[in-house]
């Protein structure tokens, strides 16, 4: 499974995003892998704020249903581990929610978000 950050869902769900080309191929390319693709469900909430302000919510989630997204849900620890992560890293709580999902799926992180990167790959979490 790989976890996708908020950066790599916006650039894919925005043409006009600088990432956007680099959102799309690098999904393909983990698609093509045979992975399936996952989002904590704050990042998801994260991602569908801009769509939902602007009338675009439908688009957007037939869009991401059309990836196969999954929605990961938080763990009945979450509280502990995401207070524990951002202590460990220093990142934000989104970026620490991105983190748990994929600890929690066994997975691996896309980012373009070179922080959140470097911080998934010390924790063996890189896509």
């Known amino acids: 499974?790989?976890?996708?950050?908020?950066?790599?869902?916006?650039?894919?769900?925005?043409?006009?995003?600088?990432?956007?080309?680099?959102?799309?191929a690098r999904l393909r390319a983990v698609v093509k892998q045979g992975f399936g693709l996952g989002t904590s469900t704050i990042t998801l909430a994260e991602v569908l704020v801009e769509p939902t302000r602007t009338g675009r919510l439908p688009t957007a989630r037939a869009a991401l249903r059309a990836l196969g997204i999954a929605e990961l849900p938080l763990p009945p620890d979450a509280g502990e581990r995401l207070?524990?992560?951002?202590?460990?890293?220093?990142?934000?709580?989104p970026d620490c929610c991105v983190l748990l999902a994929a600890e929690e799926a066994n997975g691996g992180v896309l980012t373009f978000d070179e922080r959140l990167a470097r911080a998934?790959?010390?924790?063996?979490?890189?896509?």
């Open 1 to 24: 499974m790989i976890v996708l950050d908020a950066s790599v869902l916006i650039a894919q769900l925005d043409q006009g995003d600088a990432h956007h080309a680099p959102a799309r």
């Open 83 to 93: 207070a524990a992560l951002r202590a460990d890293t220093g990142l934000k709580l």
């Open 120 to 127: 998934a790959a010390e924790r063996g979490l890189a896509a």
